[in-house]
């Protein structure tokens, strides 16, 4: 029953597929920590799924587990009805999963054109002779990419740094072009790690404006971490809430602001 | 162009000129703008074929003879083209201030009784959803940008490229009466509706006739000798009457390329990449252009920061004689001529001005050394004077025969009379038809004669017959000594400063002046960092007391300044204080065009001025501000007044 839902459309009028990927009971450990206990959620096709919860509460590490980056020792990933092999994260990357990172993870030195098109990489298919020689089908490669990237980075409205060396920008702005970058790879599934963090009310409006934006035009489905409640509430279609590496509540927003345990997390109650 | 004047009687309005334009210069660019990091272009035919496709469309949804199509957005060439589509289908354009929130684009919409509503992006759309909750005359929305747009009702709204493809594909219908409705047009039939930003009160409808745009355009083409083979940037508002001539008037009339930015962020870089030989920018656009290049400057390393200040001294010295093709002696030519290619050239490079043959600044007074500094570096910047109501041009400053304080001499075509009161009044084929809808205002600023009152105060010089403009007239006043009282004059001053970005005069019917100071955070924040001055914000920084001394000492230099026009030397300011906001369009208290709206500051900022004069040292407020979103909120704030060395009269006194 799990495997098939109805596709059904959202009241602002987006589609809803089935289900792109699934987690079934889930265990992470690091050592004799246990980072995710028996977790299992799926996310569906041209949705905004949230992960929340408080700090510590293994957010980051379901994010890398579905990237491919944390193998977890129990459960199974499923991506587009298959069962997921173990692979190394850029695998991962090449069957339509990509993301953009907490901390920021661009080349600072590199301009933010140069950073975008990073993105492309599993994209292109020239290998590296050929590229350094500029021959056999490298400079169509490369004027094809360029053609996407640029529209990107008109979509996400950066087209006046698009020369200026990443290390010079602001926080906000860095942020979009960690979007971009992510964007630039045609993700069917693209993970956003507190892409709101740090930032202020306005550079936030804008962020989810784009979140908004991606998932409308291109059709993305967005699975995303947040500490900022309000906002993940007002972005996303479905919500997850883990707590000490447990699931304590998924749901629409509305379900989830309503559930006692949820309310308790967030509120803080004693732990016996 | 030669042929121009030949086939002058054919050409009654721009779809004639666009015909015209087609037929003899049908593989010229017309339009280029860039996207996606490349210049896309356009020649004339293309061109063409758009706007025709547009109208065509125009049609099919329902466009009669004589509606009023609003269009909202950036320079784009979609834009331009919607705005002719509009005229041949017998329409009449009516381009608004992007910026503008909802509620003032539903006075003008209300006021035009638009049908139709053209605008760029998602972010119009949903403003002029907006007003429709209020206007409901409008019947259907065309947008350009098609990004975020898949969710609303379409069942009164379009995509442009959709109303083209309609109409590409209903042409065997269309063609006939679409060629039928313009080629009816006539000299006299409206050509463009702009509405005035307005100092005071509501925004007010200018009629400009076919007439009116193309006699300008050409008067003011031959003026300046301008050619097919000009290139323009198109970066200033749609909705102001100098897009309005350059970007279309002036444009058909010599055929010549109108070049759109990328985005409102990216028009420095664009300017560079265009480099384009005819260009205009207000005042405030070479300030910041200014104040930029002199930061740059200050971090600059050592040799360079030498070789500049060394060769602006020559460029000041000998750059305006040179330009003007005065004698310079051979020494000085030649270290002019090294300057060009060591400092000159590369800066001209930068700021994208090493192709600008004709470069125009207007709309507000330019400070002397701003000006100064342009000119000397061998760009040919001029002023002009100018209004909606007169189709832009009413003086303009002769090539060599530029001055920092006139805005020239008559533009052909220009009578100027100067009232006993001092008002200027010109007559021109320029002048408006009609403010719509709006009778008695018509009557009240242009007599049967055809002759306009500028509400500008101002004289003709005698020696050379340039005209300079001291203020506006209804702002001159008188103290309450009876000593003449010109505030602008004193603002102008003030805003020569870098640091000082706005400034606001009052002491009409008072015993002395008093000043509102706006800090430009660019100069002001770059010279805090260099002095390791800690700021949270642009209220904390405004306050700084460091900065309050550098203000002081800026004012006292313009009361020593204004004490040497025997005249004006009412004005000195005796005390002043430093606001704790931005002066902002979104507030009201300046127009779109960032001009300062006098009235609505006095009222709003009342307590401040009450403060400054009954002597107190601090005064205390709350202000509400308007988010870009339209939600207010509200600032406190302490402020300082402070008192200013001011120069006693001179020994005329006694006479009095």
């Given at each position: 029953?799990?495997d098939t839902?109805?596709p059904y459309?959202?009241e602002?009028g987006?589609?809803i597929?089935g289900?792109?990927?699934?987690m079934k009971?889930?265990t992470?450990?690091f050592g004799g920590?246990?980072?995710?206990?028996?977790?299992?959620?799926?996310i569906r096709?041209g949705e905004?799924?949230?992960?929340?919860?408080?700090?510590?509460a293994?957010?980051?590490s379901?994010?890398?587990?579905?990237?491919?980056?944390?193998?977890p020792q129990?459960?199974?990933?499923?991506?587009k009805?298959e069962?997921r092999?173990?692979?190394?994260?850029y695998q991962?990357a090449q069957q339509?999963?990509?993301?953009?990172?907490?901390?920021?993870?661009?080349f600072?030195?590199m301009?933010v054109?140069d950073?975008?098109?990073t993105?492309?990489?599993?994209?292109?298919?020239?290998?590296?002779?050929?590229?350094?020689?500029?021959?056999g089908g490298a400079?169509?490669?490369e004027?094809?990419?360029?053609?996407?990237v640029?529209?990107?980075?008109d979509f996400?409205?950066?087209q006046?740094i698009?020369?200026?060396?990443?290390?010079?920008?602001?926080?906000?702005?860095?942020?979009r072009v960690?979007?971009a970058?992510?964007l630039?790879a045609?993700?069917?599934?693209?993970?956003l790690?507190e892409p709101m963090?740090?930032?202020n009310?306005?550079?936030?409006e804008d962020?989810s404006?784009?979140?908004?934006d991606v998932?409308?035009?291109f059709g993305t489905?967005?699975?995303?971490?947040?500490?900022?409640?309000?906002v993940v509430?007002?972005?996303s279609?479905r919500v997850?809430?883990?707590d000490?590496g447990?699931?304590?509540?998924?749901?629409?927003?509305?379900e989830v602001?309503s559930?006692?345990?949820?309310?308790d997390?967030y509120?803080?109650?004693?732990h016996? | 162009?030669s042929?121009?004047?030949?086939?002058?009687?054919?050409?009654?309005s721009?779809?004639?000129?666009l015909?015209?334009n087609?037929?003899?210069?049908?593989?010229?660019?017309?339009?280029r703008?860039?996207?996606?990091?490349i210049?896309q272009?356009?020649?004339w035919?293309?061109s063409?074929d758009?706007?025709r496709?547009?109208?065509?469309?125009?049609?099919e949804i329902g466009v009669n003879?004589?509606d009023?199509?609003?269009v909202?957005?950036r320079?784009?060439?979609?834009m331009?083209?919607?705005m002719?589509?509009?005229q041949?289908v017998g329409a009449v354009?009516?381009?608004?201030?992007?910026?503008?929130v909802?509620?003032e684009m539903?006075?003008v919409?209300?006021?035009?009784?638009a049908?139709?509503v053209?605008v760029?992006?998602?972010?119009?759309?949903?403003?002029?959803?907006?007003v429709?909750e209020?206007?409901?005359?409008?019947?259907?929305?065309v947008y350009?940008?098609?990004?975020g747009?898949r969710k609303?009702?379409?069942?009164?709204?379009?995509?442009?490229?959709?109303?083209?493809a309609?109409?590409?594909?209903a042409?065997?219908?269309f063609?006939?009466?679409?060629e039928?409705r313009?080629?009816?047009l006539t000299?006299?039939?409206?050509c463009?509706?702009?509405?005035?930003?307005?100092t005071t009160?509501r925004?007010?409808?200018?009629?400009l006739s076919?007439?009116?745009i193309?006699e300008t355009?050409k008067?003011?083409s031959?003026?300046?000798h301008?050619?097919?083979?000009d290139?323009i940037?198109?970066?200033?508002?749609m909705?102001?009457v100098?897009?309005?001539i350059?970007?279309?008037?002036?444009?058909?009339?010599?055929?010549f390329?109108?070049n759109?930015p990328e985005?409102?962020d990216t028009?420095m870089?664009?300017l560079?990449?265009?480099?384009p030989t005819?260009?205009?920018?207000?005042p405030?656009v070479?300030?910041?252009?200014?104040?930029?290049?002199?930061?740059r400057?200050?971090?600059a390393?050592r040799?360079k920061k030498?070789?500049?200040?060394r060769f602006?001294?020559v460029?000041k010295?000998?750059?305006?004689?040179?330009?003007?093709?005065?004698s310079?002696?051979?020494?000085?030519?030649f270290?002019y001529?090294?300057?060009d290619?060591?400092?000159y050239?590369?800066?001209?490079?930068?700021l994208?001005?090493?192709?600008v043959?004709?470069g125009?600044?207007?709309g507000?007074?330019?400070?002397?050394?701003?000006?100064d500094f342009?000119r000397?570096?061998?760009?040919?910047?001029?002023?002009?004077?100018?209004?909606?109501?007169?189709?832009?041009?009413i003086?303009q400053q002769k090539d060599?025969e530029?001055?920092?304080d006139?805005?020239?001499t008559?533009?052909?075509g220009v009578e100027?009379?100067?009232?006993e009161?001092?008002?200027?009044f010109?007559?021109?084929p320029?002048v408006?038809?009609?403010?719509f809808?709006?009778?008695?205002?018509t009557?009240?600023?242009?007599?049967?004669?055809g002759w306009v009152?500028?509400g500008?105060?101002?004289?003709?010089e005698?020696?050379t017959?340039?005209?300079?403009?001291?203020?506006?007239?209804?702002?001159v006043?008188?103290m309450a000594?009876g000593?003449l009282?010109?505030?602008?004059?004193?603002?102008?001053?003030?805003?020569?400063?870098p640091n000082?970005?706005?400034?606001?005069?009052?002491?009409?019917?008072?015993d002395y002046c008093?000043?509102?100071i706006?800090?430009?955070l660019?100069a002001?924040?770059n010279?805090?960092?260099?002095?390791?001055?800690?700021y949270?914000?642009?209220?904390?920084l405004?306050?700084?007391?460091?900065?309050?001394?550098i203000?002081?000492?800026?004012?006292?230099?313009?009361n020593?300044?204004v004490a040497?026009?025997?005249m004006?030397?009412?004005c000195?300011?005796?005390?002043?204080?430093v606001?704790?906001?931005?002066l902002?369009?979104?507030?009201g208290?300046?127009?779109r065009?960032?001009?300062v709206?006098?009235?609505?500051i006095?009222?709003?900022?009342?307590?401040?001025?009450?403060?400054?004069?009954?002597?107190?040292?601090?005064?205390s407020?709350?202000?509400?501000?308007?988010?870009?979103?339209?939600?207010?909120?509200s600032?406190?704030?302490?402020l300082?007044?402070r008192?200013?060395k001011?120069?006693?009269?001179?020994?005329q006194?006694?006479?009095?």
């Amino acid at each position: 029953m799990k495997d098939t839902y109805e596709p059904y459309v959202t009241e602002d009028g987006r589609q809803i597929g089935g289900v792109l990927m699934e987690m079934k009971n889930i265990t992470l450990r690091f050592g004799g920590v246990v980072a995710i206990k028996d977790i299992s959620f799926d996310i569906r096709e041209g949705e905004i799924r949230a992960i929340i919860g408080p700090n510590g509460a293994g957010k980051s590490s379901m994010l890398n587990v579905i990237s491919g980056f944390y193998h977890p020792q129990e459960g199974e990933v499923w991506f587009k009805g298959e069962k997921r092999k173990p692979m190394k994260p850029y695998q991962v990357a090449q069957q339509g999963v990509a993301r953009t990172f907490q901390n920021i993870a661009l080349f600072e030195g590199m301009s933010v054109l140069d950073n975008v098109m990073t993105g492309r990489l599993t994209h292109m298919k020239s290998n590296l002779l050929q590229q350094v020689m500029w021959w056999g089908g490298a400079e169509k490669e490369e004027t094809a990419n360029r053609e996407r990237v640029e529209k990107i980075i008109d979509f996400l409205e950066i087209q006046h740094i698009r020369k200026t060396p990443v290390g010079r920008l602001p926080y906000g702005l860095k942020k979009r072009v960690e979007l971009a970058r992510a964007l630039a790879a045609e993700p069917m599934l693209l993970l956003l790690d507190e892409p709101m963090a740090g930032m202020n009310v306005e550079e936030k409006e804008d962020m989810s404006r784009f979140i908004l934006d991606v998932n409308d035009e291109f059709g993305t489905t967005i699975a995303l971490i947040e500490h900022d409640m309000g906002v993940v509430m007002d972005l996303s279609d479905r919500v997850v809430v883990m707590d000490y590496g447990k699931k304590i509540g998924d749901g629409t927003p509305d379900e989830v602001r309503s559930n006692q345990d949820v309310i308790d997390a967030y509120l803080g109650v004693s732990h016996d | 162009m030669s042929t121009a004047s030949a086939e002058h009687s054919a050409l009654v309005s721009i779809p004639h000129l666009l015909a015209r334009n087609m037929a003899q210069l049908p593989d010229k660019a017309a339009y280029r703008e860039k996207e996606f990091g490349i210049w896309q272009s356009w020649t004339w035919s293309q061109s063409a074929d758009e706007i025709r496709a547009i109208a065509l469309g125009f049609l099919e949804i329902g466009v009669n003879k004589g509606d009023f199509i609003a269009v909202i957005g950036r320079n784009r060439p979609a834009m331009y083209w919607s705005m002719v589509a509009a005229q041949m289908v017998g329409a009449v354009p009516v381009p608004l201030y992007q910026d503008a929130v909802a509620e003032e684009m539903a006075y003008v919409l209300e006021h035009c009784g638009a049908r139709f509503v053209v605008v760029g992006d998602q972010e119009q759309v949903d403003k002029v959803i907006e007003v429709q909750e209020t206007v409901h005359g409008i019947e259907h929305i065309v947008y350009h940008d098609r990004r975020g747009m898949r969710k609303y009702d379409h069942t009164q709204m379009n995509a442009l490229d959709d109303v083209q493809a309609t109409g590409r594909a209903a042409h065997e219908r269309f063609e006939a009466e679409l060629e039928a409705r313009w080629r009816a047009l006539t000299y006299d039939d409206i050509c463009v509706m702009l509405y005035t930003s307005g100092t005071t009160g509501r925004p007010k409808g200018v009629v400009l006739s076919n007439r009116n745009i193309i006699e300008t355009s050409k008067n003011s083409s031959e003026f300046d000798h301008l050619r097919v083979d000009d290139e323009i940037l198109a970066y200033l508002p749609m909705a102001w009457v100098g897009d309005f001539i350059f970007s279309i008037g002036q444009a058909y009339w010599n055929g010549f390329c109108v070049n759109c930015p990328e985005s409102q962020d990216t028009m420095m870089t664009d300017l560079r990449e265009i480099g384009p030989t005819y260009y205009f920018a207000p005042p405030r656009v070479f300030e910041t252009q200014l104040t930029n290049v002199m930061i740059r400057m200050e971090d600059a390393g050592r040799l360079k920061k030498w070789l500049f200040d060394r060769f602006m001294a020559v460029a000041k010295r000998v750059g305006p004689a040179v330009l003007d093709g005065k004698s310079v002696s051979g020494m000085d030519r030649f270290k002019y001529w090294l300057g060009d290619l060591l400092v000159y050239g590369p800066l001209k490079n930068t700021l994208g001005f090493s192709r600008v043959r004709v470069g125009y600044t207007a709309g507000e007074a330019i400070g002397p050394e701003i000006f100064d500094f342009y000119r000397s570096l061998g760009i040919n910047l001029k002023q002009l004077y100018g209004q909606t109501e007169a189709s832009v041009f009413i003086t303009q400053q002769k090539d060599n025969e530029v001055r920092p304080d006139t805005v020239g001499t008559q533009t052909p075509g220009v009578e100027l009379r100067i009232a006993e009161n001092g008002e200027v009044f010109y007559r021109s084929p320029g002048v408006f038809v009609e403010y719509f809808k709006n009778p008695e205002s018509t009557a009240s600023t242009k007599d049967a004669d055809g002759w306009v009152a500028t509400g500008d105060a101002g004289f003709i010089e005698e020696a050379t017959g340039h005209l300079r403009i001291i203020d506006r007239a209804k702002d001159v006043g008188k103290m309450a000594d009876g000593r003449l009282f010109a505030p602008k004059y004193v603002e102008n001053k003030l805003k020569f400063f870098p640091n000082i970005l706005e400034a606001v005069v009052f002491g009409n019917n008072r015993d002395y002046c008093t000043a509102f100071i706006n800090i430009d955070l660019t100069a002001v924040g770059n010279w805090a960092e260099r002095n390791n001055i800690a700021y949270a914000s642009y209220q904390e920084l405004a306050g700084h007391p460091r900065v309050l001394e550098i203000i002081q000492g800026h004012v006292e230099a313009v009361n020593e300044s204004v004490a040497e026009d025997e005249m004006l030397s009412g004005c000195q300011i005796h005390r002043f204080l430093v606001l704790h906001k931005e002066l902002d369009a979104d507030d009201g208290e300046l127009t779109r065009t960032r001009k300062v709206r006098r009235r609505i500051i006095e009222e709003k900022f009342d307590d401040l001025i009450t403060a400054l004069y009954d002597g107190s040292q601090t005064v205390s407020t709350v202000t509400e501000v308007t988010y870009e979103d339209g939600r207010k909120g509200s600032i406190k704030a302490t402020l300082e007044l402070r008192d200013v060395k001011t120069i006693s009269a001179p020994s005329q006194m006694a006479a009095e």
